[in-house]
């Protein structure tokens, strides 16, 4: 299955934040650990309420967080789904 | 492996051994002559009422048993949140145990017009349940590793 079209930074905003893991992300927003790691991964796009939520802890922008890739193209099913 | 795919994986044998046992179980008792399954359909019923309540308290068990071992061996006592992309996974999952059904029960009625005896229909039931169920758990598990 093909990578998301929107990237993200949690990975470091997780280092800076004084090296914060998965499991403390995911208690943090209410979510699993597997969700992370599949945010993370760049497996799984979430909802707008839990991309906001991440940020919230980060305290920041959402845009700062979730970036946009317009050069990757979408594929067939992404296209279908949204 | 995470909690979602072990339970999955556990879903698929469970169901397959419980349809399997109750299953010899009734040609048993039907080679023995105790009821004709070819014949009195109202049996059928009877049969299909029984493997439900059978097949929940089975799962029930085996669930107990399950949590209670994966307890002890990787010494996490609570389950996982069932969060937002769990609940896209399981709808996922449902959706193709969904359309394995219906293509299942398309199937019995192209048996019946074909002029196979009544009888095969509930056959062919209770093999797309159990067929669809092994898909569902089958996707979750794909879902799960490879994301949706």
Known sequence: MSKSTIQNSIR???FNADEMTQQQLADKVGASRQTIVAIEKGNYSPS?????RIAHVFNTPLEEVFTYDENKPLDKKQI??? | MTYQE??????IFSGLIIAIIYGLFVF?????????LTLDYKVWGIIFLIFIGVSIIARIIIY?????????????????ISDEREKMINLKARSNAYHT?????????VLLAMGKPFYWMFIVFIISGILSEIVENTSQIYYHRKGI
């Open chain 2, 28 to 36: 048993h008792r039907h080679q023995q002559g105790r009821f004709d």
């Open chain 1, 48 to 52: 707008l309420e839990l991309a906001f």
């Open chain 1, 12 to 14: 470091k905003l997780r």
């Open chain 1, 80 to 82: 279908t789904c949204n």
């Open chain 2, 6 to 11: 072990k339970r999955s994986i556990v879903n």
């Open chain 2, 101 to 109: 059904f219906s293509l299942s029960f398309i199937a019995a009625f």
């Open chain 2, 64 to 80: 107990i048993i399950f949590h209670i071992i994966n307890t002890i061996t990787t010494k996490e006592v609570e389950i996982p």
